[in-house]
Each structure stands twice: as C-alpha cells, then as structure tokens.
C-alpha cells in the first residue's frame, strides 16, 4: 500500500502512520531500529530498494529524506509505503523543499521510533563528518559509502580524520569475505609469521586499500598497493612467509582461487557483494567496529606512495600472484 501526501506537515505523517496501524494492523510493534536514509531525488528509488531488501532481516522503519529545490517554496510532500510496498518495513519518504533542506534533522525526529536505535545512511554523498551532521548526530550507528565519491581512496583517507565510535563505511564491509578467507588460511599450518603483504586491485579501489590497511595492521607488515584498471575492484591478495605465500585470486570477480604451502588448490566462490548485503550485515551490529577503527588509525598509513605500483610490475617482481594462472572451475 502506497499513501500519497502532498504539502503535507510532519504531524499529518504522524498522524496518519497510527491511521494506518489502525486499519492494517500493529505494523510497527516488531520494528528493531529506525533507518534514515539522506539522499536526493536521483538515488531515492534505488536506495529505497537496497533499504527494503537489508531491511529483510531487521524490520524497520525507514525514513528517506530526499531533499529538493532549495529555491522553491518550503513544502513537504510525503509518502507511505507499508506492506507489500515496504517489505518487512514501514517506508516513510519525505521530499522537502526551501528551507527546509537546511533543517532535516527537524523533519525527521517526529518520526524516530521511540526507544529503539538510529542508523542513519547517506547512500552516496555524505558530510565531512558524519558524527557532526545535524541528522548524524541523531544516530548511534552513522553509515556511509565512499564507492560513489570521484576518488574513493581519498574519501576513505578523509574517513579516517574524522573517524568516531559508530561511523562506518560500506567499502569496508565489501571486505568481509576476504577478511574471513585470510583469517581462516593463516589459522592453519604452518603457524609462520606474514614478512610481507600485496593487495591488488583497482586504482580507485577503497576497498582494495582498506584490506591492505587490515592486513598491515594486524600483522605488522609492509603492506605493497598493486594497482589494476578502474572498476576492477579487488584482485588479489599475497601474504609472505617463510615457507611460501598464501595467495587469494579472484580473477573473474565471481570466484577465487586460494593456494598455500602444504594445502590443496582450493576454488571459492567469492562474488562481489550487493550494497543490500552489505547494509544489512551494518545494520546487524549496532556498537562500534573496533577492527575497522583500528583499520583507519593504524592500517591506512602503512600504503605509502614509494610501495604502490602496476600490478605488471609486482607481479614481475614475485609481490604479486599471476592473475592469468588463476583459474577458477
């Protein structure tokens, strides 16, 4: 079901929202957090989507802000989507107008659901600081995503500055599942320590520099940034040691090959995620990622210019696996 509400007020939403509680049905009793979406008119639907599928595993209300013309009259016009409409969530849109683009946090705070969490997420462009924006500041969970910036490594590093207890960013939840393949490869023998590490990947790649920052955190190793075209993503990763590397291959973005001393050849499947999976494993834990916080203040320094280079040239100098010999069945 989809109600229309055009130049309407917050109270009027308010109002109708228990309106419809009453006709539907206690569609908001099993909601497990509040979920305010800041974005424009271009990317509401398809961030709506992404919502409505993360939102899956934890029903909840989401609040989209799509903020308008700020040169127009102040208006509201809203929309309320719930069922079918809404997956396992009540959607609450509001296109606002005028001043009132300045004045968000305003609009939205009526509608938080009482005595449950906020996640707020910016799906593309997000503040400088997160944890200082008038919206953020409503949320114990502050969600943004560097992938859409012109330069996602540079957006990363500026993360990084001004980095709080509860800030996350999606870029570095599309590391989850290398994250875990590394971790449960280096839990078998030989029990060596890692001397060095490369991570390949895309030249725009903030994922790519986020696990090479990981990596060099948490096993106190020169980390190498390989770099391959933009929009490739990640490629590979090769971790040193004594007896030889461990590497992870991902030639064709879907499937990886893992290779170490004294293990068999083994194929994964390793697709890129979706911005649905990965809002929703954020949305599963609401405390602050230490890792990740970690990652930012002690990981991203260790990329330095002097150890980045074409991929060609790492793999010519035995840094990096040979991509080409991969081949994942």
Known sequence: MIVDLPATSIGAVAKKLVQLRDDVGAMALGRVLTLVMVTDESRAEP?????????????????????GNRRAADRIDAQIRVGG?????????????????????????????????????????????????PIGRLGSRRITDSEPASSPPKAIAARAKTYVPGDTDLVWTRTTKWRGLLAAALDQPPYEPVTAVTVTGGLDSASCDLLGAWLGAYLDAPVTRARTPAGTGLVSVRLDRESGPVDLVRPDGKNAVLDQVGQPSRRLALARRSDAECLADELARLDADEVYARTLRDGLGRLSARRTMPASEATAKGKAPAVDEATPE
């Open 47 to 67: 961030s709506l989507q992404v919502a409505n599928d993360a939102t899956r595993q934890h029903p909840s209300r989401i609040v989209c802000l799509v903020a």
């Open 85 to 133: 409409d809404a997956g396992a969530s009540e959607v609450v849109v509001l296109r606002v107008y005028g001043e009132l683009t300045r004045h968000g946090e305003s609009v939205v705070l009526p509608l938080l659901l009482a005595d449950s969490p906020i996640v707020v997420w910016w799906p593309d462009e997000a503040p400088k600081n997160p944890a200082e924006d």
